[in-house]
């Protein structure tokens, strides 16, 4: 006879066995580091967990940085409530879609400045956490020189972490992180019921 899978012991036996996986996966994780994390796909989220983490790591008291490119035409929930926040140095530097801008010049120069903030907080080792919200989007449309951002995101402080958010992440920018998150879309309430961007969920 087939055990029933949810009985009592079958569950017991299952997580004993989980448990030893999960306990032998952390004391084989011996090392700290700063991590690159690459949050992209064409799912909803990205910016999301991005500030989600934000959030974690000033409640551990740590500093933050945050640069949004392509952003910045109109406001957010995020910059309202992390903006004025202790530990938090917030900079929004896009000049919004660039399907609306319509200026690959424009676009160019404001990518451009927000690389030579972002840059600045990732050789500071007061900046714990750093926020480049968007980033994908000015490097699929070359705004910024790939192989600089690179060099810049993988000589910063050893202890820093990074997170990159946006659509179309770089091959070259998945080889280098730490940890990648592709999110996938299911159902959109835009995109597929013509349901206006809402605040608290996509403003």
């Given at each position: 006879m087939k055990p029933d899978p949810k009985s009592p012991?079958?569950?017991?036996?299952?997580?004993?066995k989980k448990q030893q996986i999960m306990r032998e996966?952390?004391?084989?994780?011996?090392?700290?580091?700063?991590?690159?994390?690459v949050l992209t796909g064409s799912g909803k989220g990205k910016s999301s967990s991005g500030f989600g983490m934000l959030a974690r790591a000033l409640g551990h008291g740590m500093k933050v940085?945050?640069?949004q490119f392509i952003k910045g035409a109109f406001s957010t929930g995020e910059e309202a409530f992390f903006?004025?926040?202790?530990?938090?140095?917030?900079?929004?530097?896009?000049?919004?879609?660039?399907?609306?801008t319509q200026d690959r010049e424009k676009?160019?120069?404001?990518?451009?400045?927000?690389?030579?903030?972002?840059?600045?907080?990732?050789?500071?080792?007061?900046y714990h956490m750093v926020l480049l919200d968007e980033l994908n989007i000015a490097l699929r449309y070359e705004y910024l020189n790939l192989d600089t951002v690179l060099d810049d995101l993988q000589n910063?402080?050893?202890?820093?972490?990074?997170?990159?958010t946006g659509r179309y992440a770089p091959k070259e920018l998945i080889e280098l992180a730490d940890t990648v998150t592709e999110m996938k879309v299911v159902k959109h309430a835009f995109k597929d019921l013509g349901v206006r961007a809402q605040k608290g969920v996509e403003l």
């Open positions: 012991e079958r569950h017991a036996w299952r997580m004993e996966r952390i004391a084989n994780a011996d090392k700290d580091q700063g991590i690159l994390l940085g945050v640069v903006r004025n926040l202790p530990n938090v140095d917030y900079h929004v530097m896009g000049e919004g879609y660039t399907w609306d676009d160019v120069a404001a990518a451009s400045a927000a690389w030579n903030i972002a840059k600045k907080m990732l050789q500071d080792d007061s910063r402080p050893v202890m820093q972490h990074a997170i990159v």
